[in-house]
């Protein structure tokens, strides 16, 4: 399976982004969906994730309230809604899946070694 990550850019303090997540090689349906983030001298940490199709959605307590995960399965995507915008948000943003279908769908999956696929990072810049 392949991801593509997209949508970062530049965005001031308070302000909205939506990043996307496209899948081709397999379906995602049933799968988890996650997203992480990376900013410069730091460790990779997670954000939200999407368990599957009708599952549950769980986020980083840095991010709760603010962000939003969504799918779109006919069109193999994932989305991940960024508003109100800090800049300690600004980081590389990867999406990642599990090879493994998701049974629980009340699981919640965020650690960077239940993830066996990577897209590549997608850079959100915020400014003060």
């Known amino acids: 399976v392949q991801l593509q990550a997209f949508g970062g850019g530049l965005v001031q303090a308070g302000g909205s982004l939506r990043l996307s997540c496209a899948a081709s090689?397999?379906?995602?349906?049933?799968?988890?969906v996650a997203w992480f983030r990376e900013a410069p001298g730091k460790e990779r940490e997670f954000v939200a994730v999407?368990?599957?199709?009708?599952?549950?959605?769980c986020y980083g307590e840095s991010v709760k309230g603010r962000f939003t995960i969504s799918r779109d399965d006919a069109n193999h995507i994932v989305y991940l809604q960024m508003n109100n915008l800090k800049p300690e948000d600004a980081a590389d943003y990867y999406c990642?899946?599990?090879?493994?279908?998701?049974?629980?769908?009340?699981?919640?999956?965020?650690?960077?070694?239940?993830?066996?696929?990577w897209g590549q990072g997608t850079e959100v810049t915020v400014s003060s």
């Open positions: 999407n368990n599957r199709r009708g599952g549950s959605t």
């Open positions: 090689g397999r379906t995602i349906r049933d799968y988890p």
């Open positions: 990642a899946t599990r090879a493994s279908r998701s049974v629980l769908t009340s699981a919640c999956y965020s650690n960077l070694g239940q993830y066996a696929y």
